[in-house]
């Protein structure tokens, strides 16, 4: 079956720690992306990839970094610079261009800072 | 920049009907899209709507006014298992890859 899967589904960190999320797709899309969303708010972009070896900043991207080294893979780090990091985030892929309307979400990874 | 504003919580009974507006300003337009999402877990996409009117999909329809910068979706026959948040987006206009979604619309549904 084709889809997006993220892990870990929960994950805790400590303070001045990196950790790194996962996100892979096998349904063939170009476009990737990661969101944050906080309780009872909407979901912000972070980072978006069009494309393999390309990436551009959403309107979050602030103590985050991410890579897309191949089509199926685009994970986000949240680094030690990220002031609150506790949230969920989810991934998403789209195929690329006008006619593709759908975003298809992964399960989401729910980070904790301890 | 692109705004969206929906309402923030609706509570509707078993059986009726609901309707969750959604008003947008953004500097060009390429549709209206709705997603549902069950607490704790993925959204899922519902409808697109691209030109003026109503599009009907079994017991959701989505409408979209576009000289009103105005959408909303209709959900019938309501179910207990409707209780979700609601999320209306649109296309960045100078980036079709890149989304904007409204802060989200909590519905209640009661026995």
């Known amino acids: 079956d084709g889809g997006i899967t993220q892990s870990p589904k929960y994950l805790f960190r400590k303070e001045g720690q990196n950790v790194t999320l996962s996100c892979e797709q096998n349904?063939?899309?170009?476009?990737m992306y990661w969101y944050r969303q906080d309780p009872g708010q909407g979901l912000r972009l972070i980072y978006y990839?069009?494309?393999?070896?390309?990436?551009q900043k959403g309107d979050i991207a602030e103590g985050y970094s991410v890579s897309r080294e191949k089509k199926e893979s685009f994970p986000l780090t949240v680094t030690s610079a990220q002031k609150n990091p506790t949230a969920f985030y989810l991934c998403?892929?789209?195929?690329?261009?006008?006619?593709?309307?759908?975003?298809?979400f992964g399960p989401g990874t729910r980070l904790t800072v301890l | 920049g692109q705004s969206l504003e929906q309402p923030s919580e609706v509570t509707a009974v078993e059986g009726a009907i609901v309707q969750i507006n959604c008003t947008y300003q953004?500097?060009?337009?390429?549709?209206l899209s709705w997603y549902q999402q069950h607490d704790g877990g993925a959204p899922t996409f519902l409808s697109y709507?691209?030109?003026?009117g109503l599009e009907e999909t079994g017991r959701f329809s989505s409408f979209l006014s576009r000289s009103d910068s105005y959408g909303y979706l209709l959900l019938q026959e309501l179910q207990m298992k409707d209780s979700a948040s609601y999320f209306c987006?649109?296309?960045?206009?100078?980036?079709?890859?890149?989304?904007?979604f409204g802060s989200g619309t909590k519905l209640n549904v009661k026995p």
């Open positions: 990839s069009q494309i393999v070896n390309d990436f």
């Open positions: 349904l063939n899309h170009d476009a």
């Open positions: 709507n691209a030109l003026d």
């Open positions: 987006a649109v296309r960045d206009p100078t980036n079709f890859n890149k989304f904007y």
């Open positions: 998403a892929s789209s195929g690329r261009g006008q006619g593709y309307n759908e975003q298809f």
């Open positions: 953004t500097s060009g337009f390429y549709g």
